[in-house]
């Protein structure tokens, strides 16, 4: 894609996303690419499949992994060990 391509409201996020300042912007952009520039169209984005769907809102799950691999331990949540912090 061009950079002519990309609607003039997108291009600071294609500058951080291209030149490495934020992954954040790098998974948004790509989001709003596939599916033609639309937030709708993010928001209500269906295919789970995609490795990036959980991150198509600029927020990191709660279930994602951290940048060292083990699991977040938050309340009600299985820990990387596959137990719960309420021992149940």
Do not use: F
Request: a positive charge; one cysteine or more.
């Amino acid at each position: 894609m061009k950079y002519e391509d990309i609607p003039e409201r997108y291009r600071g996020l294609w500058h951080r996303a291209v030149h490495g300042r934020s992954r954040q912007a790098a998974i948004r952009l790509n989001c709003l690419m596939c599916c033609c520039y639309q937030i709708v169209e993010v928001q209500n984005c269906g295919i789970t499949a995609c490795p990036l769907w959980r991150y198509r809102m600029g927020k990191k799950p709660l279930d994602a992994p951290e940048a060292d691999g083990s699991e977040i331990d938050a309340p009600g949540r299985p820990h990387a060990t596959g137990t719960n912090k309420e021992g149940d």
